[in-house]
């Protein structure tokens, strides 16, 4: 390996790892609630859009992982598989479905701004409705049948602003820092 590939994947390896302590942090932000707010998917948002579709994927994936293997990095400073099989869960996986929409659409369309803030706002979309999906199936599984409408109430609907305003942020910092990190 030359010195130069060496160097890259150096720097790949450092910028996937701010990005996964970023997207912890911004996870602790968290105003507590059936579905916590968090800056979770900013930092999702974010990672994928400077670091492109490949590394920013690797960075919500190893960000997974390590709320895995219990390592506090999810809202409340929570950690284990226990909160990836609990109603929320779907939400932290969905931030892959997030991340896998972004580079899909990256590497189908390119890199042009409209592209990337499309492709948070479908990302966003998955991440709702896979989120959604498990909510309801573990929500049935322990309490019994709950209707559509009352999943969105909770889950979807008030988180539907912020998640814009986030994805506004993000695209203007992503922006930004990618023309100083030259991915």
Same mark, same amino acid.
């Given at each position: ?9 150096t ?5 996937i790892a ?32 400077v @670091? !492109?579709? /490949?590394r920013?994927? +690797? $960075?919500?994936?190893?960000? %997974?992982? =390590?709320?895995?293997?219990? &390592? ?24 892959i479905?997030?991340a896998?929409?972004m ?5 189908? @369309? !390119?890199? /042009?701004?409209?592209v +990337? $803030?499309?492709?948070?706002? %479908?990302? =966003?979309?998955?991440?709702? &409705? ?8 573990v929500?049935?599984?322990d ?6 409408g ?11 602003i912020?998640?814009?305003v986030k994805?506004a942020?993000?695209?203007?910092l ?5 023309? %100083?990190?030259?991915?």
């Amino acid at each position: 390996m030359t010195t130069i590939a060496a160097r890259s994947k150096t720097y790949d390896m450092v910028y996937i790892a701010v990005f996964v302590v970023l997207m912890a942090i911004c996870s602790w932000i968290s105003i507590p609630a059936g579905v916590p707010f968090t800056l979770q998917t900013f930092a999702v948002f974010l990672a994928v859009g400077v @670091l !492109g579709g /490949k590394r920013g994927s +690797l $960075a919500v994936v190893v960000y %997974i992982l =390590l709320g895995i293997a219990g &390592i506090p990095v999810f809202a409340g400073f929570t950690g284990g598989i226990g909160i990836l099989i609990g109603s929320t869960g779907g939400y932290i996986i969905g931030f892959i479905f997030t991340a896998l929409v972004m580079w899909a659409m990256e590497t189908l @369309l !390119g890199k /042009k701004t409209w592209v +990337l $803030a499309a492709s948070m706002v %479908i990302g =966003l979309a998955a991440c709702y &409705i896979f989120g959604t999906l498990w909510f309801m199936a573990v929500y049935i599984r322990d309490a019994g049948p709950i209707g559509i409408g009352a999943v969105l109430g909770w889950c979807v609907i008030p988180f539907i602003i912020p998640d814009l305003v986030k994805i506004a942020l993000a695209l203007g910092l992503s922006r930004r820092l990618a023309g %100083i990190i030259r991915m």
